[in-house]
């Protein structure tokens, strides 16, 4: 933390030095301003001389805009860098983990866009879900996705009236019941969830997507919920609260 902490000390420094004029005077000596360590270009500038006659600054707004654009680097790019090992703290290595991490949510984004198309196709399609189409695709699979039951419902209708064996009521109770569950709790932020864990939730069976949205979305309501409560510690509640707190841990 304290490395952190010194290394945005040091940026901020930087980029209150820089200004067209300290970027023309690094580009006439020379200067590779984007592969220099941060400390080096700061020593640079400081011991330069405040005579600005005959500098051409032509270009070097451009360069200004894109170096300022790192008083946005957060503390997560920073530990990135750090973590990296043999890394330096130099303007192109900053950037470049900005852009990679720019990358990275513009893929999450497209992915998550892709994957809320499919699930929403599945549950306009299955709607509330009628008993034909369990009792179709229980007899089909082992286990039942939200994927299989699109399928049954899909070949259901292509195949027009059709004869499908019955499964037991409350199997099918049960079913209809994890679908609907899931159909409830398929939030923008659990299907991120599931992009960046590698997680398929229309190929998962229900009872374990169940399980899944209970660990990844139920867990954080209480946790959410437990915040609320402590507030309410200064109103002489503490005993209340101890039991709940230690279960959570």
């Keep these: 933390m304290k490395k952190i902490i010194q290394m945005k000390e040091s940026l901020q420094e930087f980029l209150e030095l820089l200004n067209e004029n300290t970027i023309a005077k690094l580009i006439d000596r020379d200067i590779d301003i984007l592969n220099t360590e941060i400390e080096k270009l700061i020593d640079i500038i400081k011991n330069e001389e405040s005579d600005n006659e005959n500098i051409n ?18 503390d997560r790019e920073l530990f990135q860098l750090i973590k990296s090992g043999g890394e330096d703290f130099k303007i192109e290595n900053l950037q470049e983990i900005i852009d990679t991490n720019l990358e990275l949510k513009e893929d999450l984004n497209s992915k998550s866009a892709e994957k809320v198309l499919i699930l929403n196709n599945i549950y306009n399609t299955l709607d509330e879900l009628d008993s034909n189409t369990i ?42 019941q994890e679908y609907l569950n899931a159909k409830a709790n398929t939030s923008l932020n659990l299907i991120r969830i599931s992009i960046k864990e590698g997680v398929a939730l229309e190929h998962m069976p229900l009872d374990e997507l169940n399980k899944y949205i209970d660990k ?7 946790i959410d919920k437990i915040a609320e409560e402590i507030k309410s510690i200064k109103g002489g509640k503490e005993d209340y609260l101890i039991p709940k707190i230690i279960k959570t841990n």
């Design 57 to 74: 600054t032509r270009g070097n707004a451009k360069i200004l805009k894109d170096i300022e654009e790192l008083k946005a680097i957060t």
């Design 135 to 176: 009792n179709f695709a229980i007899t089909k699979h082992n286990s039942t996705s939200l994927n299989h039951l699109y399928e049954a419902n899909v070949q259901l209708k292509e195949m027009g009236e059709v004869l499908v064996e019955t499964i037991n009521p409350t199997e099918e109770s049960i079913i209809r």
């Design 216 to 222: 990844k979305v139920n867990r954080y309501r209480e």
